[in-house]
Structures are given as C-alpha cells and as structure tokens.
C-alpha cells in the first residue's frame, strides 16, 4: 500500500478508523500509516482535529495503539448515554448498572498510579472478579450513609439494590439486570462492543471468561475524570430521585 499523503480524504479516514473500535493499527496498515502522518505532519493532525471537531468529537490520545476519539457533549450523535444502552431498565437497574461499569474498571485499575503509568498491564480479570468488586463497593457506599462526600446522590438507588439482589439467578435470565451476575455481564458486553475491554480467554462458563482492558479505557479514565462519570450518573437517574420525593 502506498504511503497517503495530507488531504482531507484521508483525515476523514483516519476519524472512520478511530470510531471503529474493532480496528486496530496491529491489524490495519492503513491505519497505521495515517497515525504516523498525523504525528510527524502538524498541517494533517490540524486536519484531523478540524474533521473530530465538526462532528463533534475530541481526541483525547494518539499513539501506535490507536488514535482515542470521545463525544464532546451528550447530544452528539456519537454519544452514548447508559439510556441507550438498554431502555427497557428501571432507573433503579440503570443506577446499577453505572456501577457496574464502574467495577469493572476498578478491577483494572484499583489505584490511579496504573492510569498514568503506560507500562502497567492489569492482568486479565474474570466476571467473578468483577461481581465481587461491585458488591463491595455497593456495600461501601450503603454503609457510609450521610457521611458520603463527592458521590452523586442518584446512585444510591443503585447500590441499594445490588447489595439486595441475589448474586445469580437460572441461566435463561443470566442477560438480565435481576442479578449482580447479570448486570456485570451486561456492562462487560457494552464495554467489549465500546472498545474499552477485550476478551482474553474464551470459555463456554461464562465464570471462566478472562477479559483484559485496552488503551481506550485507559485513556478515557485517565483524561475524562469522574465529571463525566457524575454527569452520566445524574442523567440516568434523575426519574429515581423524583419518584422518590413523590413518595415522601
């Protein structure tokens, strides 16, 4: 394949790539070589922002593992709120949902030293793991109460019912958000499909799967911060809250 040159064709290109979670320039020469024009041609990666900047995206990292695109706000069209993840759950399972989510990258990264360290690889974690993390951090906040500082208050709906689920329910409602065992599953399928988390070693016990992070999660955590987090939180259960007061 011959070398691209600048243009806005290929800047286009290299904004396509990146969206596409499932490419990689490991497996994508073209990509690859559009990485290395955006680093070594100042004129191209001007380019390349202006095209993320009309579509209302940012880049938030680029390195031979990719270049890393998010959403600039929850109205672009490439944003993706946990209300479109599955529109069929009560505010309460999307709380815990969030959570999950959450847990999943505690696992990988406990502390933050491993977010600004690139050469610290997690090791591959398994739903277990995960399930274990959500509810102990459920159980955590449940029991700090009033004295929670920097938490968003629409969570708590969420870890109520987590530390209140069973941790399994029978296998055909294993997709299902009735059990910790189900939201994890849920939030590790939305990260695999998001580009966030890869599996490490198939098995057909779903217990036995082994999921690594990517640089995407990594990077997401490192520059997004809890802001986003919290916003996310906010949004998902605003309905929860309301219902509350209604109720009191």
């Given at each position: ?7 806005a ?53 680029v ?60 090791p ?8 274990d ?99 996310l ?11 509350k007061?209604k109720?009191?």
């Amino acid at each position: 394949m011959n070398t691209p040159m600048p243009s806005a064709r290929e800047a286009a290109r290299l904004i396509y790539k990146a969206i596409h979670t499932t490419l990689s320039p490991q497996t994508d020469q073209h990509y690859l070589q559009l990485l290395g024009l955006y680093r070594a041609d100042p004129k191209f990666a001007a380019m390349v922002r202006d095209v993320a900047e009309g579509l209302e995206l940012a880049i938030l990292d680029v390195s031979e593992r990719g270049l890393v695109i998010v959403p600039t706000s929850r109205e672009s069209k490439f944003s993706v709120r946990l209300a479109d993840i599955r529109t069929n759950l009560k505010p309460e399972q999307k709380a815990g949902l969030l959570l999950a989510h959450v847990a999943v990258a505690a696992v990988f990264f406990p502390t933050t030293d491993g977010l600004d360290d690139d050469n610290y690889v997690p090791p591959p974690a398994t739903l277990g793991q995960f399930r274990d993390c959500l509810y102990a951090r459920a159980r955590r906040l449940k029991d700090a109460g009033d004295e929670l500082k920097d938490v968003p208050l629409g969570l708590a709906p969420g870890w109520e019912l987590v530390c209140a689920m069973p941790t399994m329910v029978p296998s055909s409602q294993r997709a299902s958000a009735s059990s910790m065992t189900g939201l994890v599953g849920l939030a590790l399928s939305h990260m695999v499909s998001g580009g966030l988390i890869r599996i490490d070693r198939e098995s057909t016990d779903d217990e036995q799967v082994a999921y690594t992070e990517k640089h995407r999660l990594r990077v997401q955590l490192r520059e997004l911060t809890l802001r986003r987090l919290c916003e996310l939180a906010q949004t998902g259960n605003t309905t929860a809250i309301a219902e509350k007061k209604k109720k009191n």
